[in-house]
């Protein structure tokens, strides 16, 4: 009998070590934005990720939002767990806020996690409270100027939260060496790490398709702009540009502009652009159609306005121009693009930014293959893998 249930002892013994070894942990809150979606969950081969979302009530009054959490499974194995916010949650009401989080990830089965991301300054408790091995800030804006009436309380917190979290990450380079100068005892924590893009939207992986009809329609040579239509757009340099270059159309694609209220210059310099008969403004594009109106542009255009959003932005839209291969042409606005200044026209005035424009036109698809090779380091799963050799190269427990 013992040798017999020796034998079984040891049968069990190789069948649990034939087990797939479990994997680390990683948690994301909150994971609201695509791009911080996107990124997380390319490290799905590798960590057993949840990418937790904090609907708003006002999602609740849309009928988006959750009764208290609900948790889905995405095709790449990712786990989405939404966990529905009350009122005021970043404030008065974040003990309760924090709380519900609390019980919504360890419900899910992520308590003590491997690796908790935070995307907010508000988030910092959240790492004792969740009991995490490892805390990683990721920054992709500067956070005070969401809320001016509280940018001191914004900034504390977010120092509370940098000295707390083992590793900082922020999408521009602009925000990492402002963030290295505030904060000069952390400044090795602190990382650049770009955004990056799909892809599946990558000229050699597009498959053959017509022109979309909102293009088909407008004459050619087209330089074209698919993006943030709102104050973050310089709609006084595209106007000036297009009464430079009257047989060129200006095609812009996204959400209809809500301009800031007190903004009189930007309203008049939109209201010109937008009665000009060779701007043409075509409305939201799905993301799926993305590259097919991509491909029906001649010319790339990053016409950003002068502002602290656009300063510590990393436009995605950089990464898929040079996907597609096609010249780009940019103002001088935002730092993160200047940093690729050997792949993208800058030009600071509008008169060289339509001399910008001729040359790229006379460019064409010239040097698509050295921008789609730049353009292929830069995709998500290149960028994650980026993120991990940071996390990898932290010492356990933090």
Not at 15 to 44: C, F, I, M, N
Not at 237 to 250: C, I, K, N, T, Y
Request: proline share 8%.
């Amino acid at each position: 009998m013992q040798c017999i249930g020796g034998m079984v002892i040891q049968q069990q013994l190789r069948e649990s070590s034939s087990q797939p070894e479990a994997k680390p942990k990683l948690v994301v809150v909150d994971a609201g934005e695509h791009w911080t979606q996107r990124l997380y969950s390319e490290l799905a081969s590798t960590h057993d990720v949840l990418l937790v979302k904090l609907p708003t009530p006002r999602a609740l009054i849309k009928g988006k939002g959750v009764f208290f959490s609900k948790t889905t499974r995405l095709e790449n194995g990712v786990q989405v767990l939404s966990v529905q916010m009350p009122p005021w949650y970043l404030t008065t009401m974040w003990p309760l806020a924090r709380r519900l989080i609390t019980i919504a990830v360890r419900a899910a089965g992520f308590g003590e996690p491997d690796v908790l991301v935070l995307s907010y300054p508000y988030y910092t408790e959240l790492i004792e409270q969740l009991g995490a091995k490892k805390s990683l800030y990721y920054i992709y804006d500067e956070y005070s100027k969401y809320w001016p009436r509280h940018a001191e309380s914004v900034l504390a917190k977010e120092a509370a939260l940098i000295a707390k979290a083992d590793v900082v990450i922020t999408v521009s380079k602009y925000n990492a060496d402002r963030l290295k100068a505030m904060h000069p005892a952390r400044a090795d924590a602190i990382h650049h790490v770009p955004n990056g893009l799909n892809p599946k939207y990558m000229a050699d992986q597009l498959e053959p398709a017509p022109l979309p009809p909102a293009l088909a329609e407008i004459p050619a040579p087209r330089a074209g702009y698919i993006g943030s239509l709102n104050f973050r757009f310089d709609y006084a340099l595209l106007a000036e540009v297009a009464s430079q270059r009257p047989d060129v159309s200006f095609v812009l694609g996204g959400w209809y502009p809500n301009p800031v209220p007190d903004t009189a210059d930007w309203k008049a310099a939109f209201a010109r652009a937008k009665s000009m008969p060779n701007v043409h403004f075509i409305g939201e594009v799905p993301f799926e159609e993305l590259g097919h109106y991509w491909m029906g542009f001649d010319v790339f255009l990053i016409p950003y306005a002068k502002c602290l959003f656009n300063d510590v932005a990393c436009p995605i839209k950089l990464w898929d121009y040079l996907g597609i291969g096609g010249p780009i042409v940019a103002n001088d606005s935002n730092p993160e693009t200047l940093l690729w200044a050997d792949y993208v026209r800058i030009c600071a005035t509008p008169e060289a930014f339509a001399q910008g424009i001729d040359e790229a036109l006379a460019e064409g698809r010239s040097r698509a293959p050295e921008l789609m090779a730049v353009a292929r380091e830069h995709t998500w799963d290149k960028i994650a893998r980026r993120v991990e050799a940071i996390i990898e190269g932290l010492p356990a427990g933090g």
